[in-house]
C-alpha cells in the first residue's frame, strides 16, 4: 500500500491520527490504546513509514490489533488457548542422559517459581508422551491468567507460543526472567542437539526471528502499563 498520510498524531484518549483521521483497526473499529507511552510508540511506526506502507514494519500495530479484535471480544477462548501450552508445558517433558541433566538444572527452578508463585504443581515425565496435570495445578495456572488483563494476555500469548511453556511465559511476564533467558531456556533442546550435530542455519535464522518477536511482546507489555 503506497503511503496516504503526512501528519501523525496522538489524540487524547490514547487514538492514532493519521492528517487528522483516526486509524482503525482491521474490523474497522477506532484503535485505542491503554496509555500514551503505547500510542505514542505505535505513531512512530507510522510515521517511519517509507513510501510505501509495510505492516511487518509496525509489530506493535499488529499487537494493538490483535488486542482490540480478537482478544478483547474473545476473552474466554483467549485464555483457553494460553492454558493449552500449561497443560503440555515444555519444561514438564524430559530428554535422557546429558540432556535430561541439562533440563533439570534449568527448568526445575522453574517448576518451583510456578509451584511458590501461583501453587501450581506440575509433574514432569520423561519423552513426549502426554502427561496429565493435577486438576488443583491446572486450575491455579488458570487462576493466574485470567486475572491479566487484555494486553497482557496477548503478550502473554506470544511468548507461551515461542517458548512452548505457560511456566517460562508467566515467568517473563512477572519479571522471574528477561526475554533473553526465557528464550534461552525453552531452546535447550536445540542447544543440545546444536553441540552434537552441528549447527542448522535455516534454524538460526528462525531462532533469531522468534527472539525478536519475544522482545515486541515484552516491550508491548511494557508499554501498555506505563
Request: glycine share 8%.
Amino acid at each position: 500500500m503506497k503511503r496516504f498520510y503526512r501528519a501523525v498524531s496522538v489524540a487524547p484518549g490514547f487514538h492514532i491520527l493519521l492528517d487528522g483521521k483516526p486509524v482503525l483497526s482491521p474490523a474497522r473499529q477506532m484503535l485505542t490504546l491503554p496509555t500514551q507511552a503505547l500510542a505514542e510508540a505505535i505513531a512512530e511506526e507510522w510515521r517511519t513509514q517509507g513510501d510505501e506502507i509495510i505492516p511487518a514494519s509496525m509489530p506493535l500495530l499488529r499487537l494493538a490489533n490483535t488486542t482490540q479484535d480478537g482478544t478483547r471480544p474473545n476473552r474466554a477462548e483467549a485464555i483457553a488457548a494460553i492454558l493449552r501450552f500449561g497443560e503440555h508445558d515444555l519444561v514438564c517433558y524430559r530428554g535422557e542422559g546429558e540432556l535430561a541433566r541439562r533440563q533439570a538444572q534449568a527448568w526445575d527452578p522453574m517448576l518451583a517459581w510456578v509451584a511458590e508463585s501461583l501453587g501450581a504443581n506440575l509433574v514432569t515425565t520423561q519423552g513426549v508422551g502426554h502427561i496429565d496435570q493435577a486438576p488443583k495445578a491446572l486450575a491455579a495456572l488458570e487462576h493466574g491468567v485470567s486475572g491479566l488483563d487484555d494486553y497482557a494476555l496477548t503478550a502473554l500469548h506470544v511468548m507461551a507460543s515461542i517458548t512452548g511453556s505457560l511456566v517460562l511465559g508467566l515467568a517473563l511476564l512477572k519479571g522471574a526472567l528477561n526475554p533473553a533467558q526465557a528464550f534461552q531456556l525453552s531452546r535447550l533442546d536445540e542447544i543440545y542437539q546444536a553441540e552434537k550435530w552441528g549447527l542448522d542455519h535455516e534454524a538460526e535464522q528462525r531462532a533469531s526471528r522468534l527472539a525478536r518477536e519475544m522482545d515486541v511482546a515484552v516491550r508491548f507489555l511494557y508499554l501498555s502499563n506505563r
